[in-house]
């Protein structure tokens, strides 16, 4: 063959490796840079809560391995295995200030605050404050705690 075939061939290799190079790179920005913050949707308002009765965090726990722990939320309340958090929880798969619960407007939110393991409301991942309601299962860790109102 011509020495001209080879020399065409190595930069079209050349060509294609650095495109796969470039693909790669782009892919891997992808995944790896912070999600959009997601558009507010106008909700219907939410019911006022029953007098009385205030917001509360419950452990979800099997009854004879664990006693059921519970908290009442009021301000801002830090969650994580910090002693200093409102509610300390004992994981070691929960950061030090995992979480934050907090009311606005009569309405609970849970924020993540940089959590390596992340902080799940009923089963999905939350990149952005997310609205509480009844019955909700926030998981930490492996510590699932279930918010009542």
Known sequence: ????????????????????VFLVARTVYRELRPAPPRPAVPRAPAKAPRSGR??????????????????????????????????????EFASNLHSKIYQTEGRFYVEDLGSTNGTYVNGRRIHYPTELRSGDRVKIGRTEMEFRR
């Open 54 to 91: 205030k917001a509360r965090l419950v452990i979800a726990g099997d009854a004879g391995r664990r006693k059921q722990l519970s908290w009442e939320l009021e301000g801002d309340v830090i969650i994580g295995r910090s002693p200093e958090c409102a509610v300390s929880v004992d994981d």
């Open 1 to 20: 063959m011509p020495e001209i075939v080879y020399v065409t061939l190595r930069f079209l290799f050349l060509a294609l490796l650095m495109l796969f």
